[in-house]
């Protein structure tokens, strides 16, 4: 694991995998303003100048470890691709977090840890009113636990969508099952994990109760200290889901005055999918790949001088070549629109050349 003191761009940077669900497409409306996201983790690191001021209050449920601040990594990992607003840009930026230490700085924790802080984050209320909206569970293990069962269900019956990491002890195979909890109980949001290319990362779980899968391989987000670091796991594919889905309950809440339903986001989760395994619901990829775009799930790679260029898994090619131009890369505006999935026109001078002319572009 390599540790980074500074991110790929001088520039405010979503990483592959907020671009790859097309996140951006929702900022013009919501960056998930008014939405609370309680992170059951190692704690989240709130000094982080890509976190500061996102995160509105937390507690710990680690024995010998008082406060929430992460001595791990891997909740502000997660808080990040929630809701990063500096360097980088997390899903939904300006969505509120809380800090909710459930596991101790090797990781570890215990179910009753986990459903205290489930418990103290379905009864948390803010000073004006706000409750949580959804829960983040990048965690996970082998045994059922009945005392957890049933405050996830008290919590999905307080209007709260719980969103579990799948688990990563998968084979690949959809015919070999490997359940991991909480996320295999039917009220949770179960999370796999697809690479950056929309392949199945090869250790994501596979079972009849996978929901969904967002990228999960080699994710780029905070890390305590002012740092940053890619990590793997379905761990990783599970706040890409949170994100979208605070998202979704700020652009609900602003058009009807209240929050939308677990039930509803499941649903509008399924419906949103891009389909990538057998058609319809398989075990390795549930429903398929959350987008807000519906024919996004696109990771395309050009190389100036080629026509050819790589999408997802598969080759294509263009008409005419990517060429470079005062040190950036150029390429066809009609090709690149045809290959983003919109319309585009160009309508020549009057005079019929093509020294001049318009572009329009429908998206």
Same mark, same amino acid.
């Given at each position: 694991?390599?540790?980074?003191?500074?991110?790929?761009?001088?520039? +405010?940077?979503? +990483?592959?995998?907020?671009?790859?669900?097309?996140?951006?497409?929702?900022? +013009?409306?919501?960056?998930?303003?008014?939405?609370?996201?309680?992170?059951?983790?190692?704690?989240?690191?709130?000094?982080?100048?890509?976190?500061?001021? %996102?995160? !509105?209050?937390?507690?710990?449920?680690?024995?010998?470890?008082?406060?929430?601040?992460?001595?791990?990594?891997?909740?502000?990992?997660?808080?990040?691709?929630?809701?990063?607003?500096?360097?980088?840009?997390?899903?939904?930026?300006?969505?509120?977090?809380?800090?909710?230490?459930?596991?101790?700085?090797? @990781?570890?924790?215990?179910?009753?840890?986990?459903?205290? @802080?489930?418990?103290?984050?379905?009864?948390?209320?803010?000073?004006?009113?706000?409750?949580? %909206?959804?829960? %983040?569970?990048?965690?996970?293990?082998?045994?059922?636990?009945?005392?957890?069962?049933?405050?996830?269900?008290?919590?999905?019956?307080?209007?709260?969508?719980?969103?579990?990491?799948?688990?990563?002890?998968? /084979? =690949?195979?959809?015919?070999? #099952?490997?359940?991991?909890?909480?996320?295999?109980?039917?009220?949770?949001?179960?999370? @796999?994990?697809?690479?950056?290319?929309?392949?199945?990362?090869?250790?994501?779980?596979?079972?009849?109760?996978?929901?969904?899968?967002?990228? =999960?391989? %080699?994710?780029?987000?905070?890390?305590?200290?002012?740092?940053?670091?890619?990590?793997?796991?379905?761990?990783?594919?599970?706040?890409? !889901?949170?994100?979208?889905?605070?998202? $979704?309950?700020?652009?609900?809440?602003?058009?009807?005055?209240?929050?939308?339903?677990?039930?509803?986001?499941?649903?509008?989760?399924?419906?949103?999918? $891009?389909?990538?395994?057998?058609?319809?619901?398989?075990?390795?990829?549930?429903?398929?790949?959350?987008?807000?775009?519906? /024919?996004?799930?696109?990771? $395309?790679?050009?190389?100036?001088?080629?026509?050819?260029?790589?999408?997802?898994?598969?080759?294509?090619?263009?008409?005419?070549? #990517?060429?470079?131009?005062?040190?950036?890369?150029?390429?066809?505006?009609?090709?690149?629109?045809?290959?983003?999935?919109? /319309?585009?026109?160009?309508? +020549?001078?009057?005079? @019929?050349?093509?020294?001049?002319?318009?572009?329009?572009?429908? /998206?």
């Amino acid at each position: 694991m390599e540790v980074f003191n500074q991110t790929l761009s001088s520039q +405010p940077w979503p +990483p592959p995998g907020v671009s790859l669900i097309a996140a951006r497409r929702m900022w +013009p409306t919501t960056q998930g303003k008014g939405v609370v996201v309680a992170v059951l983790d190692t704690g989240i690191d709130d000094q982080h100048p890509d976190l500061q001021g %996102n995160v !509105i209050g937390g507690r710990s449920f680690v024995p010998g470890e008082a406060d929430y601040r992460d001595g791990n990594g891997h909740g502000t990992h997660v808080a990040g691709t929630i809701a990063a607003h500096g360097k980088i840009l997390g899903v939904a930026p300006q969505a509120s977090l809380l800090a909710v230490k459930v596991l101790n700085h090797y @990781g570890a924790g215990s179910y009753v840890s986990i459903r205290q @802080g489930l418990a103290w984050a379905r009864n948390w209320e803010g000073k004006n009113g706000e409750r949580v %909206n959804i829960v %983040n569970l990048s965690l996970g293990g082998p045994l059922p636990n009945s005392s957890l069962h049933e405050e996830i269900k008290k919590a999905v019956a307080a209007g709260i969508t719980v969103v579990c990491a799948a688990g990563n002890s998968g /084979d =690949g195979k959809p015919g070999t #099952p490997e359940i991991s909890y909480p996320a295999y109980y039917q009220e949770t949001v179960a999370v @796999g994990a697809a690479n950056l290319k929309t392949g199945i990362a090869n250790f994501s779980n596979s079972n009849e109760r996978i929901d969904i899968v967002a990228p =999960g391989v %080699n994710t780029y987000s905070t890390y305590p200290d002012g740092r940053y670091v890619e990590l793997s796991g379905t761990s990783m594919a599970t706040p890409h !889901i949170s994100g979208a889905l605070a998202l $979704i309950c700020s652009r609900y809440h602003m058009r009807f005055r209240d929050y939308p339903s677990p039930a509803y986001l499941n649903d509008l989760l399924h419906y949103m999918a $891009i389909d990538l395994g057998q058609i319809g619901f398989d075990k390795l990829f549930g429903y398929g790949l959350f987008s807000f775009n519906l /024919d996004g799930g696109k990771s $395309i790679v050009l190389t100036a001088g080629k026509n050819q260029y790589q999408i997802n898994d598969r080759s294509a090619s263009f008409q005419m070549a #990517p060429f470079i131009y005062e040190k950036e890369c150029c390429a066809s505006i009609l090709e690149i629109s045809e290959l983003l999935g919109c /319309d585009a026109a160009f309508l +020549p001078s009057d005079g @019929g050349g093509n020294e001049s002319g318009q572009v329009q572009i429908w /998206d």
